[in-house]
């Protein structure tokens, strides 16, 4: 059983940065590939980023492509998402998982979540 833990969520203006983290216990960190999804209410959960088991292959959402970089340091059991250029539009619930096979952009192949940070950026 791996848990998740976010942070680094909070109040931003347009054009700023915030760094996400997530934490993971309880499992093999660098036996899942990890991903980053967000969600506002009403909508469905949306992809952002995922990343590789050793992080050498990373895959971005089309909306935070060139703005967004996720990186894992497996020493430290963390996965980060470094937000830049923000936008009104990126206010989110953001939320981090991982995947024992590889989930790409699907929510429904990762295995393990956190319970989300919220990200709000004002105009």
């Known amino acids: 059983q791996v848990q998740l833990v976010e942070s680094g969520g909070g109040l931003v203006q347009a054009g700023g940065s915030l760094r996400l983290s997530c934490a993971a216990s309880?499992?093999?960190?660098?036996?899942?590939?990890m991903g980053w999804f967000r969600q506002t209410p009403g909508t469905e959960r949306e992809f952002v980023a995922t990343i590789s088991w050793g992080g050498g292959r990373t895959y971005y959402g089309d909306s935070v492509k060139g703005r967004f970089t996720i990186s894992r340091d497996n020493a430290k059991n963390t996965v980060y998402l470094q937000m830049n250029s923000l936008k009104p539009e990126d206010t989110a619930v953001y939320y981090c998982?991982?995947?024992?096979?590889?989930?790409?952009?699907?929510?429904?192949?990762?295995?393990?979540w956190g319970q989300g940070t919220q990200v709000t950026v004002s105009s």
């Open positions: 998982a991982a995947a024992a096979y590889g989930g790409v952009t699907n929510p429904g192949r990762y295995d393990y």
């Open positions: 309880g499992g093999t960190f660098s036996a899942y590939a």
